[in-house]
């Protein structure tokens, strides 16, 4: 068998990843100079857990993104070797209520309580599967004088802890790069830019170039998992999407702070335009923030060709937007010179999502995200992953349709 997977993102690499593990020969082909170069690494790595989706009280985005991360670790740990307590993981996340949220505190706090009871029952019979992380019987909710100490109190009208983690993308994806080029099983064209496909007397066709080269070939099975070209694939098969779509480009600013400076804590703002401060070990911190860090919104079958690396000025706006806006309410980032910080950097990626929409609308369908997953069409299946979180567990989920295990 020859199973063709279309996009070498994380969600690509994983089913490649999946099937291989099967037996399975695989061929990834991606557009890039080298695999899991864009939205793959164009983000804080954050493995939800559930607890920023107060706007689906039905628990249905929890529950799902629970799968997803539980699934996260043993995955990598079975398909590559790496032991969870190899991941570098950010200090665990707190969550706090904005002033102008969506839900208020005691809305938001009852959501993390019982996505809390969620976490629990699903981790009871692998306790270690988050990473390893010991999960706490209940959610800390922070005192008024912790608040202040760490934000302005007037924005931050209420905080929670939970355990809740982001792993460093960028180490994930140099490790998972080395274990497919060693692995005899998955074969890597790259530079290649898939056109169509169609299904042909059992197999599937898939057109691409290479510059002026074109060329056809056929698979047993194809797995589009082309994250921003995914819903134009699936148009050259006639499959179409019943119900909007929105892509939207969104930066993040990374930077390490000078020796002896205090490090933010690693916090969500809920619920809607807000953004979050992911803290690492090494000194890394991560920021995103509204509106400075979103700069592009389409409702085409294939967005723009945005850039992952601004160009000045954009750059520097984006940069300096972020920290002037976060400052304002976060103490640790105020009276920080942009000059002074090393390796910054500002990244961005496609975020993909049903609905026609943006964040700010309390009832757009951002706020829920369970309407994802894995589309088969006989030999042709297409991933919509949603969340980084969710594309080993849709790995297992296309290998399953591909070849179960025995």
């Not at 929409?357 to 369970?370: G, K, Q, V």
Request: aromatic share 8%.
């Amino acid at each position: 068998m020859h199973v063709g997977v279309l996009g070498g993102g994380l969600q690509g690499c994983c089913a490649a990843l999946a099937l291989a593990e099967r037996g399975v020969r695989v061929t990834i082909s991606d557009r890039n100079d080298a695999l899991m170069t864009r939205a793959a690494v164009a983000n804080e790595g954050k493995i939800h857990l559930g607890y920023m989706y107060a706007g689906d009280p039905t628990l249905l985005t929890a529950r799902t993104m629970l799968r997803g991360a539980l699934a996260f670790a043993p995955f990598f740990q079975r398909t590559i070797a790496l032991d969870p307590k190899n991941f570098r993981l950010s200090a665990p996340a707190a969550y706090v209520v904005h002033r102008e949220s969506q839900h208020d505190p005691a809305e938001v706090l009852g959501y993390a309580n019982a996505v809390h009871e969620l976490v629990q029952e699903a981790a009871a019979n692998d306790p270690t599967a988050y990473f390893g992380i010991e999960l706490p019987a209940n959610l800390r909710l922070w005192s008024k004088v912790e608040r202040d100490a760490e934000f302005e109190g007037s924005i931050a009208i209420a905080a929670v802890d939970t355990p809740e983690v982001a792993i460093q993308p960028i180490e994930l994806a140099n490790a998972i790069r080395a274990a497919i080029a060693a692995n005899p099983r998955i074969d890597v064209r790259l530079r290649r830019v898939v056109q169509r496909a169609k299904q042909d007397c059992g197999t599937v066709v898939v057109t691409s170039t290479d510059g002026d080269d074109v060329g056809d070939e056929s698979y047993d099975h194809v797995i589009n998992a082309l994250w921003d070209g995914r819903i134009a694939l699936d148009g050259t098969l006639d499959i179409r999407a019943n119900r909007p779509w929105l892509h939207r480009l969104k930066y993040g600013v990374s930077f390490r702070l000078s020796p002896g400076m205090t490090p933010p804590r690693s916090v969500t703002f809920v619920s809607g335009p807000f953004g979050e401060v992911v803290n690492y070990p090494d000194g890394l911190v991560y920021l995103t923030w509204y509106p400075e860090c979103i700069k592009g919104i389409s409702a085409d079958v294939s967005p723009p060709a945005w850039d992952t690396y601004p160009a000045e000025p954009m750059r520097s706006e984006i940069l300096q937007g972020t920290l002037n806006a976060m400052a304002e309410f976060i103490r640790p980032l105020r009276n920080l010179d942009v000059t002074s910080l090393a390796d910054t950097s500002v990244k961005g990626g496609v975020i993909v999502a049903w609905g026609d929409t943006d964040i700010y609308d309390p009832a757009s369908e951002l706020h829920r995200r369970y309407e994802i997953g894995v589309k088969s069409f006989g030999n042709f299946h297409s991933v919509d992953p949603g969340k980084l979180t969710m594309a080993p567990y849709f790995a297992n989920v296309c290998a399953d349709r591909i070849k179960p295990r025995v």
